[in-house]
């Protein structure tokens, strides 16, 4: 086969997979695991021949018109470079790891076909995005991911929190997909095309007559999609859908989009350093903000939501300084890392029955009940925190490079502001990410008090899914020499500088929160707290929904406990009560939108109610006020109702021998 | 014999039988009433087939027949309505229709949701009329 036909199975077979599993899972529950895992399986193996084929050479292209569409033809169109090939990859590894994992961790739940069906159709369309080379295909496949993410969001649509949260996600994604269309229209307009090989090479001869407002129409559907401020708040409310589809959807795959689209269409971007610049202040509040609020959560699962935040914020960062390659390189390793970081969350929320990080503070020996997830999650954690030699170092360092790279003037046409903005915020936050995977760490793994309790032990799926993924955070780092041929050639070692700043400030970052967490935990023994799921022996996915559930009655909040034992709360002092919620950025958006639109719902139901409906019933009482008076002469008696049709028949004679006489 | 003398017998016949559909309470006698104004009818419808067939070359005499017709319509007619009125005595212990006004408009119901109730009340009146009916 010939490899785009290779490339054109890779997003089909998932999407073949989902149908087969909708049409099929009531009546043969038995294909319904098949049917998730194996399309998928497929998909990765094509994926990683493609790779294997392109290997970061020339770009493939190939492109068939289906059928004219007027002014700007919209073709089906392959463009896979280096990039596409290698977060194909990266997407098919996640959904299958997920898909394992999902047979075990929703092993009894009676909507999994439906949601395997979901998964599937969703990396499908993931797929389709990464090499797609035309933007109205890409947009399909950019839609079709919402409406899945809403969809799985809500998978326990059992609880009002899962209710609200979908539609949140959905709409707060909207909200930055009604620009990002109009943006993407108004490049094919400049441009007079929508393929991108087509789009790029107007941009290299300058052909684009508005590159600053473009990019920014654009900037505002990546930053809902990416879950950059200020369009990220659906991403920690979105923590109320599974933890295996947090980890594909809201970690490693779908709110990467964002930052791939970018990375595609860089050129775009650079051609504005206004919209370079924006993008800079952007991943910088993200990634500052986003690392605060995570030290000051409760929920483990929102704890990681906000480092997904701050991760995407720099890969946001990479690109304002216009380096792609360390954006997509940071892309990679955090994907296979934070997908890890969420399964493992899923196997501790099963083994705690808990979600709460104050009550597993106060569990001894949870690490010995689940020993593959404490291992592979410490593995995780220091990438996160991007500790050497494993792989969030490279990627890290690769970024803060660029940022340093362009600080220092070495950069064409690139303000040199951005480059100082993304390198400061990327060092604080680097000491950020130091201070809560330390605090995560400590919370989830190191608790003292009453022993863990025993819910059993994980099925083989979801622990063997751990170990696979530990691989690559492990192992990817020793990929940055050959990888630099992938993307733009660009050296991706990391710089002696920044690295030993980074690497510093995320050791004292996490040194200080041991400080602080040695201080504290002796409170812990005085404020006992925990609750402890109602149905240990059920699945996962059900401990899950039900701890979710009982967040809120048990501690007050979804997002923060009253904990003082919190290492958080000692580190961030005065800050910690705005951190918990997120910066009250919620509240802000209430009542700047929410509340109006409330009113003018109010109004109109009010103008429905009260105004339209008066003339309606105004014009219904005058046949009312008739039929009325005419019912007096229904008074039952046959005989006057004869009598009448006597006086009725004289009349018609009468007057009918009148007529017919003349007279 | 001329036409008038059975053309007035036949329009003093119904007249008599229009009061008494009009004026009689027992429904036995509305009944009888009908009868006379149906043969009022079939005089007429004979009178008139003769005085015309008198002129005519050739006739089918369709009055006379029609006649019969009448004649076997107003017997189905009858055997009907007496059974009616016997259920009707059998229930209500009365055949007089002065009585017997469920198809009156109540003055309540005024506006669609009173008419459902007024409906509702009718439906339940035969409801339980039909019940009766059924035990009788």
């Excluded at chain 1, 036909?5 to 997003?11: C, E, G, N, R, W």
């Excluded at chain 1, 020339?58 to 280096?82: F, K, N, Q, Y």
């Excluded at chain 1, 595609?264 to 605060?292: C, D, Q």
Aim: glycine share 10%.
């Amino acid at each position: 086969m010939t490899t785009t036909t290779l490339a054109v199975l890779v997003p089909l077979l998932p999407f073949l997979g989902a149908a087969a599993g909708l049409l099929l899972g009531r009546t043969a529950p038995g294909f319904v695991r098949p049917l998730a895992v194996l399309p998928t399986l497929a998909a990765f193996v094509l994926a990683v021949l493609v790779a294997l084929r392109q290997g970061g050479g020339r770009s493939i292209d190939a492109a068939t018109e289906l059928t004219p569409t007027g002014s700007v033809p919209i073709e089906l169109a392959l463009h896979i470079d280096g990039f596409a090939a290698l977060v194909a990859v990266l997407v098919g590894l996640v959904a299958t790891c997920v898909q394992i994992y999902s047979t075990g961790y929703l092993r009894d739940d009676a909507r999994y076909p439906s949601y395997a069906a979901l998964v599937s159709l969703f990396t499908s369309a993931m797929l389709l995005v990464v090499y797609s080379g035309d933007l109205m295909v890409l947009l399909v496949g950019w839609e079709i991911m919402g409406i899945c993410s809403y969809f799985l969001v809500g998978h326990y649509w059992e609880t009002p929190e899962a209710r609200a949260a979908s539609i949140k996600a959905f709409l707060v994604t909207k909200l930055g997909d009604v620009p990002f269309l109009i943006g993407i229209f108004a490049l094919a307009v400049d441009a007079g095309s929508f393929r991108i090989t087509t789009v790029l090479g107007a941009v290299a001869s300058g052909g684009l007559d508005h590159p600053t407002l473009i990019a920014l129409l654009l900037l505002a559907g990546v930053a809902g999609k990416s879950a950059q401020f200020p369009l990220h708040t659906w991403l920690p409310d979105a923590m109320a859908g599974p933890t295996p589809v947090s980890a594909l959807i809201h970690a490693a795959t779908m709110v990467a989009a964002g930052v791939y689209f970018i990375a595609r269409l860089l050129p775009v971007f650079a051609a504005s350093s206004a919209a370079l610049l924006v993008m800079a202040v952007m991943a910088a509040v993200t990634m500052l903000g986003s690392g605060l609020a995570a030290l000051a959560q409760d929920d483990i699962k929102r704890v990681l939501a906000y480092s997904t935040i701050g991760q995407l914020g720099y890969m946001t960062g990479a690109l304002a300084v216009g380096d792609r390659g360390a954006a997509v390189f940071h892309l990679l390793s955090h994907g296979a890392f934070k997908a890890l970081l969420f399964l493992a969350a899923g196997v501790i929320i099963h083994a705690a029955g808990t979600n709460s990080l104050a009550a597993t503070s106060r569990m001894k020996g949870l690490r010995d009940r689940v020993p593959d997830a404490y291992w592979t999650m410490t593995v995780a954690l220091l990438a996160l925190a991007a500790i050497p030699p494993f792989s969030g170092f490279f990627t890290k360092e690769a970024v803060l490079g660029a940022a340093e790279h362009v600080a220092t003037g070495h950069a064409e046409g690139i303000p040199g502001a951005a480059g100082w903005i993304v390198l400061v915020t990327g060092l604080l936050t680097a000491l950020l990410t130091g201070a809560y995977a330390m605090r995560l760490w400590l919370l989830a793994f190191h608790g003292r008090g009453a022993e863990a309790p025993d819910h059993g032990k994980q099925p083989l799926a979801m622990n063997a899914v751990l170990w696979l993924l530990a691989v690559p955070s492990l192992a990817f780092g020793l990929a940055t020499g050959a990888l630099s041929d992938w993307f733009d050639g660009r050296d991706l070692t990391p710089t002696l500088t920044t690295s030993v700043l980074g690497t510093g400030l995320a050791l004292v970052g996490g040194l200080v929160t041991y400080g602080a967490w040695k201080h504290t935990t002796a409170l812990a023994a005085r404020v006992p707290m925990g609750a402890v799921a109602a149905h240990p022996e059920g699945d996962a996915a059900q401990v899950e929904a039900e701890a979710l559930a009982s967040h809120a009655p048990a501690y007050g909040d979804v997002a923060a406990a009253p904990d003082p034992a919190d290492p958080g709360r000692l580190l961030l002092g005065p800050l910690h009560r705005h951190a918990a919620v997120g910066f009250h950025l919620d509240a802000v958006y209430t009542t700047l939108f929410v509340r109006p639109v409330q009113a003018g719902a109010s109004l109109v139901r009010f103008l429905d109610r009260e105004v339209v409906d008066t003339y309606v019933h105004g014009a219904g009482a005058v046949p009312r006020l008739l039929g009325a008076a005419v019912r007096r002469a229904q008074t039952g008696n046959v005989q006057t109702y004869v009598s009448a049709l006597l006086a009725g028949t004289v009349v018609l004679a009468v007057a009918a021998v009148l007529v017919a006489t003349g007279a | 014999m001329h036409l008038t003398y059975p053309a007035v017998l036949s329009a003093l016949l119904f007249c008599t039988g229009l009061y008494g559909v009009l004026a009689r309470r027992n429904a036995i006698l509305v009944l009888m009433s009908v009868e006379l104004m149906l043969n009022a009818v079939n005089l007429n419808l004979v009178a008139f087939d003769v005085w015309l067939s008198r002129a005519a070359e050739e006739t089918l005499h369709s009055g006379q027949a029609l006649t019969l017709f009448t004649i076997a319509i107003a017997a189905a007619e009858i055997g009907i309505g007496l059974a009616i009125v016997l259920a009707v005595y059998r229930n209500r212990g009365t055949s007089d229709i002065d009585k017997l006004r469920d198809t009156a408009e109540g003055p309540d119901s005024d506006g669609p949701d009173s008419d459902g109730r007024g409906t509702d009340g009718l439906d339940s009146e035969a409801l339980a009329a039909q019940k009766a009916e059924a035990t009788a």
